[in-house]
């Protein structure tokens, strides 16, 4: 995310290779194994690199919001976890997890509620073009309960889909 957050200030003058490795030498926890560093690459070089994709898919169900109104943080949460919904074997709603994690942290709780709700209407859009029928859980991540991606047992987001 915080790749991201960067490149999203920095503008088109970024490159994503200058980015990585600016990132990796200067903010980069050095204790992180090569594994963790390499999909987090991945997300972030990702996720530059379909940002038009990301975004149609983003506006799509932020409804009442530009993207370019939303809080830095917040839209670059939500373009690295669609771009894993779209681009990695991930299960969506470990994905959706680790963004309400992330946002937890650098965010809002308000933000988080919001975050989930446009992350659980892409993650249903998407659920039914394309189920993730073959993806695979992280090792370190417990089954989630029916409902723990913010989708209440009747399929409605609990989320209002503006803030």
């Known amino acids: ?28 926890e050095p204790e992180m194994d090569e594994g963790a560093r390499e999909f987090a690459t991945r997300l972030a070089v990702g ?27 917040d839209r670059n949460i939500l373009r690295m976890a669609v771009y894993e919904f779209l681009h990695e074997q991930t299960p969506r709603t470990v994905a959706i997890n680790e963004s309400l994690e992330i946002a937890r942290r650098f965010s809002t709780y308000e933000a988080t509620q919001f975050i989930n709700g446009i992350l659980d209407a892409i993650k249903r859009d998407l659920d039914r073009e394309r189920p993730q029928e073959d993806a ?28």
């Open 47 to 73: 996720a530059l690199a379909h940002l038009e994709e990301i975004d149609e898919r983003i506006r799509s169900r932020a409804e009442h919001w530009r993207i370019s109104r939303m809080a830095v943080v």
């Open 136 to 163: 695979v859980a992280h090792p370190d991540e417990e089954p989630q309960p029916e409902g723990a991606d913010g989708e209440s047992k009747d399929g409605e987001s609990k989320v209002a889909s503006s803030q």
């Open 1 to 28: 995310m915080q790749m991201l957050f960067a490149a999203d200030l920095g503008g088109a003058a970024v490159r994503p290779d200058d980015l990585v490795r600016s990132y990796w030498e200067e903010l980069g």
